[in-house]
């Protein structure tokens, strides 16, 4: 099975199923040695029991590959550590990690319990760090290594998912610190914003103009693991069908300057200077409510 990956050791979290686990059989076609990540749970994280790792597991050995299944919270600091701690005792190093796991738990922000955030923050953000941080001091010792995260077109916003979005948002910062602290050691660290159709997917409150499949995602995950990208650091990049995109670096746009401190007075007479930016999403939502209002299909 010798790839593009060949001898590298990649940890894939949420590896069980969707994304995660079309990364790990992709990765492991390219070569790489693969600890599949997951719990297992269900998309509030319910239910853990580790059979859909072992299963993927079971897939890539068949395909005469190597792999070796974890379970472990990626939301506690010990089983990130365990999870990374895996591939280092097997193969003596770690040389990707690929952070997919998460859940849902959809609700307004009016409605939002704190269990409710809580959760969703510790999957998705916290089981990045944990992760990242641990992979990180060996891939610094190495002078080598690759982070991939996976944050979401949400993190610009979301109506129904203040939680996810927040997280997701989190990650795009994280992965960008990441690529800072770490370049100079020769780690770099991006960050993947799939659209495909998944269990995750499913529960989108609003109509997707664009959808993939998890196999269309896999590719990218295996380029910004592998020495091709090796001057690729600090991106974030969208994924979905046959289309690969990348985001901008926030910026500022605009300013303006007063002699001393400002009066809200005297901001109010000059703001036009520095006005604001319009958020497309409260643009699609008016399209949305108006369409809706007279009847009509609005445009993807």
Not at 55 to 70: M, S
Not at 74 to 88: D, F, K, L, Q, Y
Not at 196 to 202: D, G, K, L, V
């Amino acid at each position: 099975m010798a790839g593009y990956l060949e001898g590298k050791a990649v940890v894939i979290t949420g590896a069980g199923g969707g994304i995660g686990r079309a990364c790990a059989l992709a990765c492991a076609a390219e070569g790489a040695k693969v600890v599949v990540a997951d719990i297992g749970v269900g998309l509030a994280g319910e239910d853990p029991k580790s059979e859909v790792a072992e299963a993927v597991v079971k897939e890539i050995e068949d395909a005469g590959g190597e792999a070796v299944a974890v379970a472990e919270d990626v939301s506690t600091w010990a089983g990130g550590e365990r999870i990374v701690n895996t591939a280092v005792q097997r193969w003596g190093r770690i040389d990707g990690v690929v952070a997919v796991a998460g859940i849902l738990r959809e609700r307004m922000l009016f409605n939002m319990s704190e269990e409710e955030w809580d959760a969703v923050i510790a999957t998705h953000l916290k089981g990045h760090f944990t992760v990242f941080r641990h992979a990180a001091a060996v891939m610094r010792k190495q002078e080598s290594g690759s982070l991939v995260g996976f944050t979401s077109g949400a993190f610009a916003g979301s109506v129904a998912q203040a939680n996810y979005s927040a997280a997701k948002g989190g990650i795009v910062s994280l992965v960008r610190s990441a690529a800072v602290g770490l370049h100079r050691y020769g780690v770099r660290a991006n960050a993947v914003a799939p659209v495909a159709r998944t269990r995750m997917s499913a529960n989108v409150p609003s109509e997707l103009a664009e959808m993939g499949d998890p196999e269309d995602v896999a590719p990218l995950v295996v380029f910004l693991l592998s020495d091709a990208a090796k001057d690729v650091t600090g991106q974030v990049y969208t994924a979905v069908g046959g289309r690969i995109a990348v985001w901008n670096q926030p910026v500022e746009l605009r300013s303006m300057r007063t002699e001393g401190r400002w009066t809200p007075q005297q901001i109010a007479k000059r703001f036009d200077e520095v006005g604001q930016e319009r958020m497309g999403l409260i643009d699609r939502l008016e399209q949305i409510r108006k369409a809706a209002a007279s009847g009509e299909k609005p445009n993807a």
